[in-house]
Structure formats: structure tokens, C-alpha cells
């Protein structure tokens, strides 16, 4: 871990000479883990594509800003967090439904296709839940359980209290077990 931070390190003193390669590195390595946060925040693949997008042209921008008190990539779940409730929060938003996923899965997997659609129904009805949430809840469970943030790290991308993380991510932990209950033994 100690080795990425220093890679970071430089690779955020790159990007502020101006180095295109190193942003073309920085997208590599993160585009993924924004994209996902963006897509399960937003649950629709092009505002998702759009919003990672936006967070790495932020970054290209304001890289000279970024004074490394943090992580890089604490500071991209910051950014990619705040867009995504600004967006979330937008009247104007276009709702558009994914396509059917779960065929896909249920194609392609080596379980029957009894367990698997069990599997993939309690899945759908996990991500529902998770999007039924409220915003600054749903934004603490996307980082901290399916990204695997540390509680400090999402205190500093969303800029809150380390105890205001850890009462959101509680709340929202006990609004999912409800929803959820049908499925746990």
C-alpha cells in the first residue's frame, strides 16, 4: 500500500508538469473503481460513463489544487461523490432502465439455473434496496461497502465528521436489513 501512495506521489507530480502520459496512467488505474462507484450511486451505464468522465476532466483541471492531504484516490471518490449527488439531486435527471443483465449471468455461470436466479434475485433486490436509500446514506455504503473505503477515507471524500460516516453507514446498514429481511435465515 505504501508503494502505491509514492507512485501516486508521483504520478500527481506528473500530471501537475503536465505529463499526458501520466494522465493516461491515472485513468488507467482508476477508471474502473470511479466508473463503479458512479454506476452504483446513479444505477444507469451512460450517466455513469459521463459522470467518471467529468471526474477525470476535474482532475486534468484542478491537479495543481490538490494539495495531497489526502490520497488520490480518496481524492477521486471525493469528486465522483460529489457529482454524483449533485446529479442525483438534479431535477432534470434522465431515468433509462439497463438492459437485462441477469440473462447474461444466468448464461454464462456454472451454478444451476435455480440457484443462480436465486442468487441474481437477491442481488437485484440488494441493489434496489441500496438505490432506495437516501442519498448521503447510499453514498456511505457504495464507498465503504461494495469500495471498500476505510471510514477516514470516506470522512475525507465527502468531507463530514468521522462519527457522521459512521452513524449514516449504521442507519442505512439497518434500513438495508430491513428491506432485506425475506432473504436471511
Known sequence: MEGRTSDDSHLVDRLRRGDARA????V???QHRVFSVALRMLRNRTEAEEVAQEVFLRVYRTVAAFRGDAKLSTWLYAIASRLCLNRLASSDRRVTREGDETLTR????????VDE???SELEA???RAIAELPEERRIVVVLRDLEGLSYEEIAAALDLELGTVR???HRARMDLKEKLERFLP
Open 23 to 26: 494522465f493516461d496512467e491515472l
Open 117 to 119: 436466479l436465486e442468487r
Open 106 to 113: 444466468l448464461a454464462s455461470g456454472d451454478a444451476t439455473p
Open 167 to 169: 452513524s449514516r453507514l
Open 125 to 127: 433486490t440488494l441493489h
Open 28 to 30: 488507467t488505474a482508476y
